[in-house]
């Protein structure tokens, strides 16, 4: 490749930064924060050489430094927590600020004054935390640790904290990272207009994400998180990665007296309302408990760990069972008696007899375990060189008799994953200007998915190719049971990503730098097998043992995926005055296309209409992205110069890393992966009998593939209106370009007509590709209120409208393919996350009783939230025409019900129909209807939480909770019907989350906390 001037030097430069960042000694100590100001005389002036140290309460750790020629100061990489800051000069007083806090990924500002006077004379101010941001363009919030502790979490789920920050929208019912899963929460949020899939999550600043799908590994103990800042508009140069939300999260680490806890959550349906379609509650039991202390680490009476060594260390455990309501048509006993196929008769004891009328009512058992342990031990080893290191192990198994389509006792999956993270930390003081922080670690995640019913079809006279124990395949009769299976289990993967990172800080007059580089190595090993799927088109053909369709693929398909990504960055805030800050950073990122250990990527070619192996006639699969480079600007103004108004606005470029989900696909095409298939009137019997390899329908990925990015702005002014309160309005934007998508690139030209399809031999070709784009506009509203008079508080109002071409919302790229490949821009539309208002409040209020023990100590948290509905994608189902059943409805007449929506008809189904079919007005192929065309039912939430501390010795204390989710049980429903001539179109038949998971039903969990 040969590169322009500019690129050549951009290059140089790149190459020069990493060879300074490798050569330094690198430190880090746990996600640290910073403390930077400017010493002044009483008339403004700078004092130059004064020294600014900062003592940490809880460690008894110290850091110092000195004063520029300008006055400023920086301590930077300092570990979170509480500080008493010290200025002295010579020939001035000495100024000691107490309770200057310090946050994980936040630059704290302190500017200091100091009188004419002697050192000995001394003034204590108390500090408090600042209300507005005046020294970055980053846009966020930090929730601090009593926030995480305190605030009713239904679950506990540390991602849920990501719905505080302003720009944040309730996820959609449809959501694939998003929505909740089955005791773990969510493993993403939806922000700022990104898609869910973007956002990065950093623990001790290294990578938390998963980046087969970039969700995060797994949710952290919320008793082992200190705090933690997200930033969701224009953060700088230091984070590259992913174009969404900065999750910073800082662990919890131990101080030089010993503390702990012991806690235990109960909930059980006992206490629960029912859920708004249950005809009765459902069984559900939820014990969350655990522990963890943390305190110096005692080497012996010479090495009492005190203001040098700590540790901290945490166990929790979840046990869930949860009854999920089970209501199928089954055999009624005259069925029964009449089968007399062999096959048949064997299977019927694995569908029960019917208890209400024709149809089997009952409940499957969906039990969650999860394990989780954790240690972090930090060392001072001497003024200059500290170091930190974090190790998590999450131990998880959960079974799920549903999810995969059976709705029959006894079958569905269960899921069993290890997972582990590791993050070292090394901070090295070079100077009073310069500071290296140095951060390694590994994430990995080992995770199984296996049939519940692990039997041997070859007993059951089943001839499909299998002759293990490995699963029934998976029968479905149309309208009525299914069971077996399920179809593409057993499978698991095993991910690990490694990451190196260097970060030097360096003040010189007034500009702030930060150098750096990064690199990351991730490991990806799939493993696939499959129980295969047999399809019966009715009941009476089940009953004759008549099978309509048959699909397996033979074998484990196996793939070991490699890609790694490097970055580096150069970032500078550059005081310009006491009261105007400029921010310029640029970033670099090379992503590699990834790779196949063994070489099985198949990939398909249009240009010779042909697959084609990696090593044998193709080499990369698709060019390799090094040129993303990403600049970031901004500023912030104190226009009035007194600390109580801020101006900020910002813009940055962020690329994204691909996923290996774009590229595993390309694993199991021909010839590392061959399906076989048959149609007509089968046997169990005979099943590989007339069976083949069907027409390929292979996934492919362009070979043009670009990196997406999404440039982001804003312009927001702050201001203090009293000590302790501030608010924020401000309008922001982003463009997304080059997205990710899926279409299908033989696609009939004809609709209908295969035969003209343009690529002859091949059925559906699945092809990832980066047309898409995206806009994002809103106004955001905030309000902060810190500590006081015992309440604290935030608030946000959006008022947004996220437009794209595919939201990526679904775990299967069929259900998201384009209606018409060859007019991809008329999917453009608002997004499935899109909701135009959305209202969040959450607080700690705490009374203030003062008598004795019974009085005292009386705490109300609670989360409100109000938001309006996501988008309604009406479509129609018939594949025949284009080969995926995702072409949308003509619209023949006013959506709108006179009435109002109800939860029977949410809109008015007639003004909708199928193209082509009789009487339907309009396109016969491809219908009118826009993309996200209606809008469903909105949300509105509200949790509390009611809190007793007791105080039973100086440092023993009982913490009573009791905590009550949607507490006035409003129903939250989940989006109507969208398939035009179904029976349920326009109905809505669940709530947005299941029973268990916000909004469902009014739940109540009971607790209780020993704190020493």
């Known amino acids: 490749m040969i590169l322009s001037r500019p690129a050549r030097g951009l290059f140089v430069f790149a190459i020069a930064l990493l060879a300074f960042s490798l050569l330094s000694v690198s ?23 004064a020294k600014v140290t900062a003592h940490n309460n809880a460690t008894g750790i110290e850091r110092s430094t000195v004063t520029e020629s300008t006055g400023q100061f920086l301590l930077a990489a300092m570990p979170i927590g509480n500080y008493r800051v010290t200025a002295q000069a010579q020939g001035f007083q000495t100024k000691v600020a107490d309770n200057v806090i310090v946050q994980v990924a936040v630059t704290t500002d302190l500017d200091v004054t100091l009188a004419v006077g002697q050192v000995s004379q001394t003034v204590n101010v108390e500090a408090s935390a600042p209300v507005i941001e005046s020294t970055t363009m980053e846009v966020g919030q930090t929730i601090t640790q009593r926030t995480v502790q305190e605030i009713p979490l239904n679950g506990r789920h540390f991602v849920d904290l990501g719905l505080l920050l302003p720009g944040s929208v309730v996820q959609p019912q449809s959501g694939f990272l998003t929505a909740p899963l089955r005791g773990q929460g969510a493993f993403a949020f939806d922000t700022a207009g990104n898609r869910e899939d973007t ?36 953060f700088s140069a230091e984070y590259g990665r992913n174009s969404g939300a900065i999750v910073n999260i800082g662990t ?46 005692w080497l012996g009476p010479s090495h009492p760990g005190k203001d040098r060594s700590f540790f901290f260390f945490s166990y929790e455990g979840l046990r869930q069972r949860q009854g999920l309501t089970i209501n199928t048509p089954v055999l009624t006993s005259a069925q029964r008696a009449s089968v007399t196929n062999p096959v048949i008769q064997q299977l019927l004891q694995f569908i029960p007899p019917p208890n209400v009328g024709t149809n089997f009512v009952g409940a499957a058992t969906a039990p969650v375990n999860i394990d989780q342990w954790t240690v972090d031990i930090s060392h001072r080893i001497s003024d200059k060189d500290s170091l930190h290191g974090y190790y998590a192990f999450q131990r998880d198994l959960r079974q799920e008799p549903t999810l995969q389509g059976n709705n029959l006792p006894g079958f569905g999956d269960t899921r069993q994953s290890h997972r582990q993270v590791f993050t070292f930390n090394e901070t090295h003081i070079f100077s009073d200007r310069a500071v290296n922080e140095f951060r390694m670690g590994y994430n990995r995640i080992h995770i199984l998915f296996s049939p519940n019913a692990q039997l041997n079809p070859a007993n059951f006279g089943i001839s499909d190719g299998v002759s293990s124990n490995l699963g029934l395949p998976q029968i479905g009769v149309s309208g009525a049971f299914n069971f077996g299976g399920p179809a593409g289990f057993p499978q698991g993967r095993t991910d690990t990503g490694f990451l190196w990172g260097d970060t030097f800080n360096y003040l010189i007059g007034k500009h702030s730098l930060k150098l750096g580089t990064e690199l990351r190595i991730f490991h990806n090993n799939n493993l696939n097998n499959d129980t295969g799927q047999v399809i019966f088109s009715s009941i009476p053909n089940f009953l004759n043992g008549v099978a309509n369709q048959f699909n397996i693929t033979l074998g484990a398909v196996q793939s070991q995926i490699r890609t790694k990504s490097f970055g580096l960055f150069v970032q500078d805030n550059y005081k310009f005055s006491s009261n105007l800050t400029f921010e310029l950073g640029l970033r670099w990122d090379m992503n590699t296309t990834p790779t196949e250990a063994n070489g099985r990527f198949s990939n398909f070619v249009p240009s010779s209409g042909t697959l084609v192996t990696v090593g044998q006639g193709l080499g990369q699969i698709y060019a390799s992205n090094n040129m993303n480079f990403g600049p970031r600007v901004g500023f912030a103004w104190d226009p009035f110069g007194s600390g109580k108004t801020s101006v900020r606005g910002g813009y940055g470029l962020y690329y994204d890393q691909p996923v290996t989900n774009s590229v595993i696909g390309l694993t199991t095409n021909p010839p590392f992966a061959n399906p076989l298939s048959a149609a007509g009137s089968l ?11 069907p027409a390929v329908s292979p996934n492919a990925i362009n070979s043009n593939f670009r990196n997406a990015y999404v440039q982001s702005w804003n312009l927001n002014v702050q201001r203090e209106l009293l000590k302790s309160f501030s608010m924020q309005v401000g309008y922001f934007g982003s463009k997304g370009t ?4 899926f279409h299908n690139i033989n696609q009939p030209v004809v609709p209908g007509n295969n035969a003209t399809r343009p690529f002859a031999g091949f059925s559906n070709i699945v092809q990832v ?21 015992g309440l604290q508080f935030s608030a946000s109002y959006s008022w947004s409208h996220s437009i794209d071409w595919i ?14 490949s060859y007019n991809l821009r008329n999917e453009r539309g608002s997004s ?14 705490d009374f203030p009783f003062k008598a004795n023990r019974l009085v005292e100590g009386w705490e109300l948290a609670g989360i409100t939230t109000f938001q309006s509905g996501n988008p309604v994608d009406i479509i129609v189902t018939n594949a025949a025409l284009t080969g995926f059943a995702t072409r949308r409805a003509n619209v023949v007449g006013d959506p709108a019900l006179a009435a109002g929506p109800t939860r029977e008809a949410w809109f008015n189904t007639a003004a909708f129909c199928a193209p082509g079919a009789a009487g339907c007005v309009g396109p016969t192929v491809f219908g009118n209807a826009g993309r996200n065309f209606v809008t469903g039912p909105g949300f509105a939430n509200f949790d509390w939480s009611l809190i007793k501390t007791t105080t039973v010795k100086e440092n023993f204390k009982v913490q009573l909770r009791a905590e009550f989710f949607d507490i006035f049980n409003h129903a939250n429903f989940g989006q109507p019907g969208r398939v035009v001539g179904t029976s349920t179109f326009g109905q809505i038949i669940n709530t947005r989350f299941g029973t268990g998971d916000s909004g469902s039903s009014r739940q109540i969990q009971l607790a209780i906390k020993l704190m020493f």
């Open 27 to 49: 430190v880090r100590a746990q996600s640290a924060g910073s403390i930077a100001g400017l010493v002044t005389d009483a008339q403004g002036g700078a004092i130059v050489g």
């Open 769 to 789: 590709d980066s047309p898409s784009n995206s806009t994002y506009n809103a106004l955001w509203v905030s309000a902060t209120k810190r500590v006081s008079s």
């Open 807 to 820: 939201s990526l919302s679904s775990p299967s790229a069929t259900t998201m393919m384009a209606q018409d």
């Open 738 to 741: 080059h997205l990710r998508m």
């Open 199 to 234: 956002v990065n999550f950093l623990i001790n600043g290294v990578n938390l994400n998963d980046m087969v799908q970039n969700q995060i590994t797994f949710q952290p103990s919320i008793n082992t998180v200190a705090e933690f800042s997200a930033t969701n508009s224009t």
């Open 832 to 845: 499935d996350f899109d909701a135009r208002h959305h209202f969040n409040i959450s607080y700690i209020y």
């Open 252 to 297: 919890r680490s131990g101080t030089n007296h010993y503390h702990g806890e012991g806690f235990d959550f109960l909930r059980n349906d006992y206490l629960d309302a029912r859920n708004f379609f249950d005809k009765t509650i459902p069984p559900f039991k939820r014990n969350n408990f655990g522990f963890n202390i943390g305190g110096p680490i």
């Open 683 to 693: 046997s169990l019997s005979s099943l590989l009998t007339g069976s083949g390899a």
